[in-house]
């Protein structure tokens, strides 16, 4: 199994991506590992480093599921996949979310920051150049040589580790 997983921040490619790891007993690649320093997402690596990190993790395995995107520094990143699936979740829903991350995140968190406003322009941004917008995301999803499904991130994580592992049995039996 070799699948990656793309969506808007918060919408739960990591929580996804962590319990499909452990079900299929596979690696888990979090992509913000190639690009943040950190656990504080302040300080970005440069491409070099994340090329460094991202080598040996598609040489070695032969299987994995990746939640998040290379694609704005690595155009052919994990195109050895199987799979793209993009989790889509209502607007409200996804801010409320990443409100509540900040706020536990950080302590002296005041209802806004640079990331939330960013994370505001998901939807409006054209850019497919952007990182991390649906223009962007729709962009993967057509250039995608293996499969791509939508799954709507309002499920439960076991749901939608359901949805994926049917879709996947149904194309690889």
């Known amino acids: 199994m070799r699948i990656q997983i793309i969506g808007g921040s ?27 320093t950190d656990h504080t997402f302040t300080e970005k690596r440069s491409v070099a480093e994340r090329y460094a990190l991202y ?12 939640s998040g995107s290379v694609f704005s520094w690595n155009s052919d990143g994990f195109d050895n996949r199987e799979l793209l699936v993009f989790l889509r979740l209502d607007e409200a829903t996804r801010m409320n979310r990443l409100i509540k991350r900040e706020q536990e995140r ?5 209802g806004s920051n640079e990331f939330l ?25 057509e250039q995608s040589a293996s499969p791509v499904i939508q799954i709507d ?21």
């Open 10 to 36: 918060g919408t739960g490619k990591s929580t996804l991506g962590k319990w499909i790891g452990q079900q299929e007993g596979i690696p888990w690649i979090d992509s913000d590992h190639y690009l943040w």
């Open 55 to 66: 080598t040996p993790d598609i040489e070695n395995h032969q299987q994995y599921d990746v």
């Open 106 to 110: 950080y302590p002296d968190f005041n």
């Open 117 to 141: 406003d960013w994370c505001g322009t998901y939807l409006t941004a054209t850019d497919p150049a952007m990182i991390g917008t649906l223009a962007e995301h729709r962009l993967q999803m």
């Open 153 to 173: 991130a309002a499920l439960s994580t076991d749901a939608m580790y359901k949805q994926i592992k049917s879709a996947y049995q149904k194309l690889y039996p």
